[in-house]
Antibody, heavy 123, light 114 residues
Framework: EVQLLESGGGLVQPGGSLRLSCAAS????????MSWVRQAPGKGLEWVSD????????NYKESVKGRFTISRDNYKNTLYLQMNSLRAEDTAIYYC????????????????WGQGTLVTVSS | DIVMTQSPDSLAVSLGERATINCKSS????????????LAWYQQKPGQPPKLLIY???TRESGVPDRFSGSGSGTDFTLAISSLQAEDVAVYYC??????????FGQGTKLEIK
């Protein structure tokens, strides 16, 4: 059974930093692209960033470019999101999500999601 | 970016009746080389992460009841629930995955029991 477990969320002041982690199990982590998708309180879903299976290719939503960095450790089966210069509008539940098909480089859609970790940016 | 617009924002349907949710994209999601539409549907129940229901616009994910069906091509798509069950109360989202990111979602449609 695929399991994705996010951690690292919390309350942070504007301009601060957080590092989210997503521990994966139940599938061959190193063969799937992974993404972070967020959901502001009471709002819809918003793709934030993705990373290829090897970690060589990354993509970001325009509003987080230069502030967020996605990475992965295929030995530890863990996905990360380093978030710097946080803004109030980054407040959301952050989900890690697995692409449905192995070894793809684009056209991602998500067949497994974690329960999410809440990031609150407020003074 | 491709803009996804769902309609209605909310709807109430009686148990056992048919529910339909529409999704329109700002550009075609049909890839001519393989004749596939790059459109997925998700269900999100309160307090839970989204669950994949449909991909390629009409292919049901494994384990999804056959009362859920997807249709449409190009820019106009529909999710239908043939006979609404109480457990289908949720917010439904469409997502386009045509080409490179950003992958964008519709704003969501809240489905309730009448």
């Amino acid at each position: 059974e695929v399991q994705l477990l996010e951690s690292g969320g919390g309350l942070v002041q504007p301009g601060g930093s957080l590092r989210l982690s997503c521990a994966a199990s139940g599938f061959s982590f190193s063969t799937y692209a992974m993404s972070w998708v967020r959901q502001a309180p009471g709002k819809g879903l918003e793709w934030v960033s993705d990373i290829s299976d090897s970690g060589a290719r990354t993509n970001y939503k325009e509003s987080v470019k230069g502030r967020f960095t996605i990475s992965r450790d295929n030995y530890k089966n863990t996905l990360y999101l380093q978030m710097n210069s946080l803004r109030a509008e980054d407040t959301a539940i952050y989900y890690c999500a697995k692409d449905r098909v192995a070894a793809r480089t684009m056209n991602f859609h998500f067949d497994s999601w974690g329960q999410g970790t809440l990031v609150t940016v407020s003074s | 970016d491709i803009v996804m617009t769902q309609s209605p924002d909310s709807l109430a349907v009686s148990l056992g009746e048919r529910a339909t949710i529409n999704c329109k994209s700002s550009q075609s999601l049909l890839w001519n080389s393989n004749n596939k539409n790059y459109l997925a549907w998700y269900q999100q129940k309160p307090g839970q992460p989204p669950k994949l229901l449909i991909y390629w616009a009409s292919t049901r994910e494994s384990g999804v009841p056959d009362r859920f069906s997807g249709s449409g091509s190009g820019t106009d798509f529909t999710l239908a629930i043939s006979s609404l069950q109480a457990e289908d109360v949720a917010v439904y989202y469409c997502q386009q995955y045509y080409g490179a990111p950003p992958y964008t979602f519709g704003q969501g449609t809240k489905l309730e029991i009448k």
